[in-house]
């Protein structure tokens, strides 16, 4: 796995095949296939999701005022019960043979939400080894796509503007490298598992697209077995991402791609004002949504050309990007089921979508982070976080959950 973002993708079987034509509704008439248990936890914890203040005190405060025992109770049967699979192999088995009888497939993730200098310890541990092989390490990655000119990247950026590294903070290798094997997925790829490296913050990124650039170029020749992953909120995704589309025809190498929106809007806005440098985002939400649907239209163009070599994934929960993307999977002749185009949400977000693709025959998977309760805090913090940021969803999503409890309660057919 690399970095903290490193996703393992899981073969799986879904539901049988519908036709492609077939109409998709996200009515909520899918959420029959939910237990009333599941219905009424979702429900509160969507209702918890538009009060910041009062999920604050309940993801932090509460352990103190609470205990270790009930405080770790409380979230279990809350947001820990909505959005992560559980802490043991049984605990987490149990989560996917659900999700499987469901029509969806799992996609484990470790939840791990730490940002550069907070592992500090670590990272003063690992500045003697990085000042020896951050060099070495840089010239083979390099290399590895056969790249002259030492003073630009692998897009002809310069290196100086490309990735700032702040000596004072100690900034080092995501994985904290202990050996050429930290970054290398040969285990991953001879058990027939596809690697989903993460995209993080802007100041992380260009260093971890041009190490996951290299994995692609070494282990990406016969099949897509690592993927990179897309922000469409930045500014310069679409020229970042054509350009790597061009690296890879240029240098032979399949590609496979995480089309995301982005989750770290609050901390970029944040860096943006103390740094002092331009806005990286997209200033509207509207703007994020036409840039998606033009990373999403270029990427299924290259897979309805050749999907054995380029692979998406569209990481979605906007209802308007899946209907366009399943629109333009017709249109194209994409076929559902193929694995060259399939659909990722979260654990516990935008069921009603997920519920309605995998019935209908589309490959779905839902990130399953597990862990204990304590390790897994900040995952679920930002997971809160992002639900007060997509409230219209929200709201749709838990009118849903309420209808489906009440035609329950009252018997309805």
């Given amino acids: 796995m690399l970095g903290r973002g490193g996703r393992w993708l899981q073969r799986a079987g879904g539901a049988a095949s519908a036709p492609h034509g077939a109409q998709l509704r996200f009515d909520g008439a899918v959420l029959r296939l939910k237990s009333g248990w599941e219905l009424a936890r979702g429900l509160l914890v969507f209702r918890l999701c538009g009060l910041p203040g009062l999920v604050r005190q309940l993801l932090s405060v509460s352990r103190w005022l609470l205990g270790r025992w009930l405080w770790g109770s409380l979230l279990r049967a809350s947001f820990y019960g909505q959005f992560v699979a ?98 290398s997925p040969q285990r991953a790829v001879e058990a027939g598992v596809r690697v989903l490296v993460d995209a993080e913050y802007t100041y992380v990124n260009p260093a971890l697209t041009l190490v996951t650039l290299a994995l692609m170029g070494r282990w990406n020749r016969a099949k897509p077995w690592v993927w990179n992953t897309y922000q469409c909120y930045l500014q310069d995704c679409l020229a970042r991402l054509g350009a790597d589309v061009a690296l890879a025809e240029r240098r032979g190498f399949c590609f496979g791609v995480k089309l995301v929106r982005g989750a770290y809007l609050e901390q970029e806005r944040r860096l943006e004002r103390q740094g002092g440098y331009p806005d990286p985002l997209h200033p509207t939400w509207e703007a994020t949504n036409h840039s998606y649907q033009r990373c999403l239209d270029l990427l299924l163009e290259l897979v309805a050309r050749d999907g054995q070599r380029c692979q998406l994934i569209v990481a979605s929960h906007n209802e308007t990007s899946v209907s366009h993307a399943v629109r333009r999977m017709e249109e194209l002749g994409i076929a559902k ?40 805090l900040p995952y679920l913090v930002r997971r809160a976080q992002e639900n007060q940021s997509v409230l219209q969803g929200i709201r749709k999503e838990r009118d849903l959950l309420r209808h489906e409890l009440w035609r329950r309660l009252l018997r309805r057919p």
């Fill in 86 to 183: 559980g802490q043991t192999p049984p605990e987490v088995g149990v989560t996917v043979q659900r999700l499987r009888a469901q029509g969806l497939r799992p996609l484990l993730a470790v939840p791990i939400e730490e940002d550069v200098g907070q592992d500090k310890e670590g990272l003063v541990s690992s500045v003697n080894l990085l000042r020896v092989q951050s060099t070495p390490s840089c010239r083979s990655l390099m290399k590895t796509l056969n790249k002259t000119g030492p003073r630009t990247d692998l897009w002809g950026t310069p290196l100086e503007t490309s990735c700032q590294l702040d000596i004072d903070g100690r900034w080092g290798l995501g994985c904290e490298c202990r050996g050429s094997d930290c970054v």
């Fill in 337 to 376: 089921d193929r694995g060259a185009v399939c659909f990722g949400q979260l654990l516990g977000m935008c069921d009603h979508v997920s519920l309605a693709l995998g019935q209908a025959g589309y490959a779905i998977y839902k990130s399953i982070p597990y862990g204990a309760v304590e390790d897994v």
